[in-house]
């Protein structure tokens, strides 16, 4: 066996800091120039571990759209072994408006800890009894999640020395904080290399940092990460003068009572075991008129952001519809009281609402029009560049504003971006790495870790696998019309892939927040030894 040039490059504290703060002074923000350089800065730092000079077909940058590039790097066991845990983390982050006039410093991390400390800057209290005690780095990206590229790193160096029993691959990637374009993208790459290199993929590990549920928290792990469906709405009202409103229906009106009975409601949180979703939220409402006029607003749409653990699109679906044909009756009831109120007899036109689905409302049309559903879906291929949103509100407007007969209308669809949720919770590999982790923790660090089976924060575990989409993928395709049109999932990739889950990271506060901070004495301190244990334990047993 060759013996190979030990490095030591990302071994103690002291380095991980430096590198760290090296990372965050790049400006990587999603879709920014920064985000490209950052990926090619990773790619020359990789390539500097003497691994590489002997081994240069094991790093390459993968492109995945807009100049971005995903960093892969293999570094394989000096032992003839399949066995791979492929380790991620995204290096692109949120801009930093927020941090206002002090804007200038959020990617100056040690100029702006000191002014931070030196107590220049105003802080909230619950900040200033935070670092009071602790070890506190500020700047953004240092929690999330520069911190987890700088530990994957160190675990790439360990593999490269030789270290482990079994394989490690390193995937930096861009655009999780959008639509998870870098992970997406990394997929066909993770199946090329699979029989390219002869690897089987034990264990993918994420190291996103800890969100801690309650003050009183400390750092958790995770064996699977929550789903996001963006379900959309549409209504189609009647329209008329502004001057005679009850011989209309305001589509307004009705996307208003939706978002009503749907903002924040009970019904929709999903519960398994002690983890559930935070409740359905609305992201978008608005009516869809295109210029001023006397004319009442017929149209309107909005999106709500629902969370999903274990439920399935069809599911979600049949829930969201139930509670939107309520809505509606409760509409009419409104709009009844209203005309009675004006000392009318008129006809109750919400009293006559539909909902549909998208695939119920394509099926008609397919019998009524069918050349509609094709100049819809010419209508996508040529909107590149559009907003995602915006193009399907276009195609279901397109549709529903053909059949006037079945006004008034609400139709439910899906946009992008889909997250599915993935769950290891029944993983004996993972159960394994888990119990170990969680000894060593409190044994060599006297630190309590919570074990929770969903990250409650998206993250890019939710694309290396199907997990629940996987039971019935026909109804998010039948309606998420720009699924494979524009919005690029390869679900194919993602059923191949099928990949255990686990996350381990570093500890911090305020993600997204001016006031965003990495807490060292955890982050540089035990989950580096966390992160090494939990390889080691997967290289022992799992699977050849």
């Known amino acids: 066996m060759t013996t190979r040039k030990r490095t030591h490059i990302y071994e103690t504290p002291e380095q991980k800091l430096d590198t760290l703060f090296q990372l965050v002074r790049i400006e990587s923000v999603t879709e920014s120039e920064g985000e490209i350089a950052i990926a090619h800065e990773l790619e020359r730092m990789i390539r500097d571990l003497p691994y590489y000079c002997d081994n240069p077909e094991h790093l390459v940058l993968h492109e995945v759209g807009n100049y971005r590039k995903v960093v892969a790097a293999l570094a394989k066991s000096p032992r003839a072994t399949r066995k791979t845990a492929v380790v991620i983390a995204h290096f692109d982050v949120v801009a930093a408006d927020e941090f ?18 030196k107590e220049e800057v105003p802080l909230p209290d619950y900040v200033r009894e935070d670092i009071s005690s602790g070890d506190w780095v500020f700047g953004r990206g240092v929690m999330d999640m520069k911190c987890g590229i700088v530990l994957n790193l160190s675990l790439l160096e360990q593999a490269c020395n030789g270290d482990f029993d079994g394989n490690v691959l ?120 295109m210029h001023y006029s006397v004319q009442t607003p017929y149209k309107a749409g909005a999106y709500y952001n629902l969370f999903f653990l274990q439920r399935s699109p069809a599911e979600v679906l049949t829930q969201v519809k139930a509670q939107a044909e309520n809505s509606m009756f409760e509409l009419s009831s409104w709009y009844q009281g209203r005309i009675e109120s004006a000392g009318l ?55 529903a504003s053909a059949v006037p007969e079945l006004h008034p209308l609400v139709v439910l669809f899906f946009a992008p971006p889909f997250y599915p949720a993935i769950s290891s919770a029944e993983d004996v590999l993972v159960q394994r790495v888990m119990d170990r982790v969680t000894k060593q923790a409190r ?97 022992e047993q799992g699977r050849e």
């Not at 206002?100 to 400390?117: C, D, K």
């Not at 029009?369 to 040529?382: C, H, T, V």
Request: proline share 6%; glycine share 8%.
């Open 100 to 117: 206002g006039v002090y804007a200038p410093y959020a990617f100056q991390p040690q100029v702006w800890t000191e002014m931070i400390y």
């Open 345 to 399: 007899a008129l006809t109750n036109w919400a009293d006559e609402t539909r909902v549909m689905t998208l695939a119920e409302l394509e099926d008609y049309v397919r019998e009524a029009a069918p050349e509609l559903i094709d100049r819809g879906l010419e209508m996508i291929s040529i909107s590149h560049g559009t907003d995602l949103r915006e193009t399907t509100m276009s195609f279901v407007d397109h549709l």
């Open 443 to 539: 044994d060599s660090h006297d630190v309590h870790l919570l074990r929770r089976n969903y990250f409650p924060g998206l993250c890019d575990l939710s694309y290396v696998g199907l997990g629940s989409a996987a039971k019935d993928a026909k109804d998010l395709e039948a309606n998420m019309p720009l699924l494979g049109s524009g919005y690029d999932l390869p679900l194919d990739v993602l059923r191949q892939l099928e990949i255990p889950v686990l996350n381990i990271g570093p500890y911090g506060r305020d993600p997204h927040k001016w006031t965003e901070r990495l807490e060292l004495n955890y982050s540089f301190g035990v989950t580096p030894n966390l992160l090494t244990s939990a390889l080691h334990e997967v290289f």
């Open 170 to 289: 390193f995937l930096g990637v861009p655009d999780e904080e959008r639509h998870s374009d870098g992970m997406i993208g990394a997929g066909p790459l993770l199946l090329e290399w699979k029989e390219k290199f002869n690897l089987d993929y034990s264990i993918c590990i994420d190291t996103e940092p800890a969100f801690a549920e309650h003050e009183e928290d400390g750092a958790l792990i995770y064996s699977g990460t929550i789903g996001k469906l963006l379900v959309g709405s549409y209504a189609i009202g009647r329209e008329t003068h502004v001057g005679s409103p009850f011989e209309g229906l305001s589509g307004v009106r009705m996307i208003a009572e939706l978002t009503r009975t749907l903002e924040l409601n009970p019904d929709l949180v999903e519960w398994v075991g002690p983890d559930h979703t935070p409740p359905i939220a609305c992201l978008q409402n608005r009516d869809l008129k």
